[in-house]
Each structure stands twice: as C-alpha cells, then as structure tokens.
C-alpha cells in the first residue's frame, strides 16, 4: 500500500493544487526528498515535523508551510494517524510578486522562512476550496482568486506570525503543539502539559504566547475547529461531532465555530455541501 494518496484537484498552468493524505508510518525521519516547484503546504488533519537540516516545523492546521524548489527537507510522525494537506505549487514569479520582501530567500526561490501561522479566514477558505474543488462546485477562474486570497492571507504580515524566539523556547513550544495534536478530544490542565514537555507551567505559558502569538487553550481550539471543518460534509450528528472534538455540548461548539468563523456549522455545513459562497477578500 502506498504511503502517500494524491490526487490532483486543479491545474490552471498557472496555479496547482493537490489534496495529499499521508498514511504518516515513518515515527523517524524520512529519507530526503526535494521539491521540484515551491509549494505552500495547508494541513488541515493530522500532524507530522518537517526538518530542513537542524531546523525543524510542526506542521498542523494552524499553520502554512513552505516547501522551496530545491531545498532538502525530511519528515516525521511522531503522533499516530497520519496527516492530509492541500498543496499549492506556485511559479516563482508570482511568489516575488505576492510575497513580502522580508519573507524572500536572498539568491534562491522561496521563502526564507519554514512555516508561518494562518488566522481562521484562511483556515475557512482551505476548507472552501477543497471541498469546492472535490465536488467540482468551483469553476477555474474563481478557484483561481479563491487561491491568490488565501495566499495573500497567509504571507500578509497582519494575517499571519512567524515565530520569533529563542530555538530552545520554540522547541519546548514545538512539543506542546505535537501534544495537543495528539489527542483533541482531551481537556488538557497546564499543569499536564508542562509535565510532558519539560517546563513549568509559567515558562510554558509565556513561551508559546512568545512563539505562536496566543495562549494554548486558543491553539488547541483553532485545532479543533479545523478538524471540525474537515468532517462537517461527511457529519449527520453535529452534537455527537461536538463531544467527539471535546466540546463540553453543541452549543459550546456552534458558539465557538461562530465566534471564529463568523457563521454557524450548520450554514456552513450547508456552505461546503453545495451552495458555495462567493469569496473574493
């Protein structure tokens, strides 16, 4: 069986986008692989680390990743149940000229910068555009600016957070995200999360505020959030998705998926089931 299903959703010549679920069996580091073209990497399930050399980046659907036409990179799953992404290649070209100069790499295609964090709109808009291009619901020309928003949305600095800190601070961070991710059914007490990492609950708290730019409980929601748009489709029992998550009730869960995506699941639900809303900004 192999490790990777891919299957290509759109390819206008000049955007791609593929949906890749990854069976995730390698606990280790994988051999080395390089990208052909620059991609953007959105998980929206699952978890696994990508290394480029000593550095490393928990990929999960909180963040963007960016995999640079030629750059060395491995990757691992440290947690079980492998991961599903949306890729998007991109010409260099457009990466110049959408992307921040800060965040260009000096003398070589891509970013300088491993992944980058994504606000909810961006995670609402990956949603959209898989689901939309999944069911054929979208047409070229709007997929096409659908993709530019979400690229604008991950690479705009009001919109997204590179983290900025210490490397011994992100990796503590770095194994609290792997934690979270683990199980996000479970209701973690800061005191649990510290233990398994290394750290107090103090340094813990004030080190992934640094790194990541909001508190953990709102990290592990956003993380719930994302599985929950994931299924939503697929789901006949929203109270019984809520608890699955780890949802204290449905109401907990339509509060929290409103307050964040700004409608409730059911209409969104709806949204991803056929009538496609009409997305530009």
């Not at 983290?163 to 209701?187: N, P």
């Not at 409980?217 to 608890?243: F, G, H, K, V």
Request: charged share 20%; proline share 5%.
């Amino acid at each position: 069986m192999p490790e990777f299903d891919i299957s290509l959703l759109l390819d206008t010549g000049t955007l791609s986008v593929r949906d890749v679920c990854c069976r995730g069996e390698c606990r280790h580091r994988s051999a080395e692989e390089c990208a052909a073209t620059t991609h953007l990497v959105f998980p929206y399930r699952g978890v696994y680390v990508r290394h480029v050399g000593s550095d490393l980046a928990v990929a999960d659907a909180n963040h963007v990743l960016f995999f640079n036409q030629g750059q060395a990179y491995q990757v691992s799953h440290p947690v079980d149940g492998g991961d599903a992404c949306l890729a998007l290649a991109l010409p260099e070209a457009l990466i110049q000229e959408l992307a921040p100069p800060a965040l260009l790499q000096r003398g070589a295609p891509g970013l300088s910068v491993q992944s980058l964090r994504i606000d909810p709109r961006a995670q609402a808009l990956v949603a959209l555009l898989r689901h939309g291009l999944v069911g054929a619901q979208l047409e070229p020309l709007q997929a096409e600016g659908l993709l530019l928003t979400l690229v604008c949305r991950s690479l705009g600095p009001r919109t997204a957070r590179a983290a900025a800190s210490t490397r011994q601070r992100r990796r503590l961070v770095d194994r609290a995200k792997l934690l979270l991710a683990s199980d996000l059914s479970r209701r973690w007490t800061l005191a649990e999360i510290a233990a398994d990492v290394g750290g107090s609950p103090v340094y813990l708290t004030q080190a992934f505020q640094q790194v990541e730019g909001l508190p953990l409980y709102r990290y592990q929601l956003r993380l719930r959030l994302a599985r929950a748009l994931d299924r939503l489709p697929r789901e006949q029992n929203l109270s019984a998705l809520a608890l699955e998550l780890g949802f204290s009730s449905h109401s907990h869960f339509a509060s929290a998926f409103r307050q964040t995506y700004g409608r409730s699941p059911s209409d969104f639900q709806r949204t991803l089931r056929g009538r496609v809303m009409q997305e530009s900004h």
